[in-house]
């Protein structure tokens, strides 16, 4: 049945897919379907070798990289090197020292009142962070803005506090002890044969630019998202790859109330509805809580989705853990049925129960 919802979505929604169902840990179902690279270009050329996908292919997780980041403040909130009520000035104060009511939780609950994003096109290397982290806000804190920039912000405070490189903190806090080998940061050439495609645009330049275009190389093995990739590849809102197995043991963390990378109390404080106003889902830190987009008929899983095409839902209650991984935006974004397809295979881990 699951390969059947795949492949029902195989090559129109996505020109591959990987989901994979876990029931208290453990993987119940997974199937993969599709070709990690399709398409030569957005005119619909068929590249000439078209790798199939695998159930361990590699993936961008685009905006799923928001959990990691937000699994690392809440892991440094315990060591009190941040507290989450903090204002943010306190580690940025050249950016943030007229804004003293703007704290990391509002970064973490996208209620900072900054903006949805900032792209630093044509922005000079030296200064993307600058112009990324100078944003202003939009409104004051407390309804609901979806925000890049606040998670941005919120993993350079992360490396502020702690003096190390958010991927590093990723990799100490998540990925080694939960033996996630294929979450990374920039994948090497090792991995690249294992990566699904994106976009097809043109040729990024040196100041950042380049947009989707009718022709141009096939993103593979890079960062999807603009701005992580002009921050250099390591952001707090995306950048990661992961498999659906590291993303299932990932969500161990949810699941089971800390998996030996949190406390329980933190977990608790992470997962908990924090009352925001304005969107359609209610939002924990970082984690969204019955988000119509993902969790089919598991009104109170908690996950979030990514733009590439990925989402992750963890069901605490029934021990069910369901992970998407397609590339709908390869050979371009704005493909439908991507909320079909993530909706089914939650309704699909749902039955099995």
Request: net charge negative; aromatic share 6%.
């Amino acid at each position: 049945m699951l390969d059947r919802l795949l492949a029902s979505a195989v090559p129109e929604v996505a020109s591959a897919a990987v989901a994979l169902v876990a029931v208290d840990g453990e993987p119940v179902a997974v199937a993969a379907e599709g070709e990690l690279v399709r398409y030569a270009d957005t005119a619909g050329t068929l590249a000439l070798e078209r790798p199939p996908a695998a159930a361990d292919s590699i993936f961008d997780l685009a905006s799923l990289t928001k959990l990691f980041t937000t699994v690392v403040a809440v892991s440094l909130a315990e060591t009190g090197a941040v507290d989450l009520d903090e204002p943010v000035a306190t580690w940025l104060p050249a950016y943030y020292g007229d804004r003293p009511t703007i704290t990391l939780r509002h970064l973490l609950t996208h209620t900072s009142g900054l903006p949805p994003g900032r792209r630093p096109d044509g922005v000079a290397a030296g200064s993307r962070w600058n112009f990324v982290l100078s944003a202003e806000v939009t409104g004051p804190p407390g309804p609901y803005v979806y925000s890049d920039v606040g998670m941005i912000t919120a993993g350079r405070v992360c490396e502020v506090a702690s003096g190390a490189p958010l991927d590093r903190l990723v990799d100490g806090i998540i990925a080694g002890p939960l033996g996630l080998a294929d979450t990374t940061y920039r994948p090497g050439a090792s991995l690249l044969p294992r990566i699904a495609a994106t976009e097809c645009r043109p040729e990024r330049t040196a100041a950042g630019g380049g947009s989707p275009a009718s022709a141009g190389i096939v993103v593979r093995g890079e960062v999807h998202d603009e701005t992580a990739h002009a921050l250099g590849g390591v952001a707090g809102h995306a950048g990661l790859f992961s498999t659906a197995a590291d993303l299932m043991r990932f969500a161990e963390i949810v699941r089971t109330g800390g998996a030996g990378v949190l406390s329980a109390g933190s977990v608790a404080e992470m997962t908990r509805d924090h009352e925001v106003a304005g969107a359609s889902f209610r939002q924990a830190l970082g984690f969204r809580i019955g988000d119509p987009a993902i969790v089919g008929p598991l009104a109170d899983a908690y996950g979030h989705s990514g733009f590439t095409g990925t989402s992750l839902v963890v069901d605490v209650e029934r021990g069910l853990t369901v992970v998407v991984l397609t590339n709908n935006v390869h050979p371009s974004r704005g493909r439908a049925g991507i909320r079909d397809l993530r909706n089914g295979v939650a309704a699909f881990g749902r039955s099995l129960l």
